[in-house]
């Protein structure tokens, strides 16, 4: 879900980027160091899961395992996918120096908004845990989607279909990562719990 330079007004691309500074100063703010191992952990699976493009209609999907990364991580994911996604424009030329703020706030401003609406739910066991992951993969991608979409639109309105087409591509990877993030944390309960502590809202 990177979007390329050269595409955005520059208010979007200001706005993006100062929500990026923002989301990124307070997950620094509450980042536990002796955790970065864990954050760095997933900060690289994010890294490598997004580098996987499929393309579809005027773009191409991808995960993004955003629902993941907010249950996991809170804040803190803002400066996880900062990082992942610099990196890849480093060394594969996705997205761009200019789109970088756009491009972290479309993925880690869900997930964190995920995570806060669905943590009452993570913090309990069995059934309503699973209940939580699934749905916070699922509308992180929603979301990230629609505020994708909204960027591109805000720039020209001659975006409408595009945006309109990118939502809908994105659908099926809605249910995929709803799913993977179920199992992963399901998975995480089981064998290794102290994982799941190192979020931090």
């Known amino acids: 879900m990177h979007i390329s330079e050269g595409v955005l007004s520059p208010s979007i691309l200001i706005t993006g980027g100062v ?40 773009g191409s999907i991808h995960l993004i395992l955003g629902g993941l990364m907010g249950l996991l991580l809170g804040w803190i994911c803002f400066p996880a996918i900062l990082v992942a996604l610099f990196l890849q424009m480093v060394f594969f030329q996705y997205g761009g120096l200019v789109v970088l703020g756009v491009n972290t706030a479309t993925m880690a401003l ?3 908004i995920c995570s806060y609406l669905f943590r009452p739910w993570f913090l309990q066991n069995g059934k309503k845990r699973q209940a939580a992951a ?20 805000s720039t020209d309105r001659g975006f ?7 939502i809908a591509t994105q659908i099926p990877l809605m249910f995929i990562e709803g799913i993977i993030t179920m199992f992963t944390i399901s998975f995480l309960a089981k064998v290794q719990p102290e994982f799941l502590q190192i979020r931090a809202l």
């Open 134 to 153: 699934f749905a916070c993969g699922f509308l992180s991608v929603l979301l990230s989607s629609i505020l994708m979409a909204l960027a591109l639109f």
């Open 160 to 166: 409408l279909q595009a945006s309109l087409l990118i």
């Open 19 to 58: 929500v990026a500074f923002a989301g990124t100063a307070i997950g620094l703010k509450k980042l536990d160091y002796d955790k970065v191992m864990n954050v760095s952990l997933l900060t690289s699976t994010f890294f490598v899961a997004s580098l996987i493009h499929v393309p579809l209609g005027p």
């Open 110 to 112: 869900p997930a964190v």
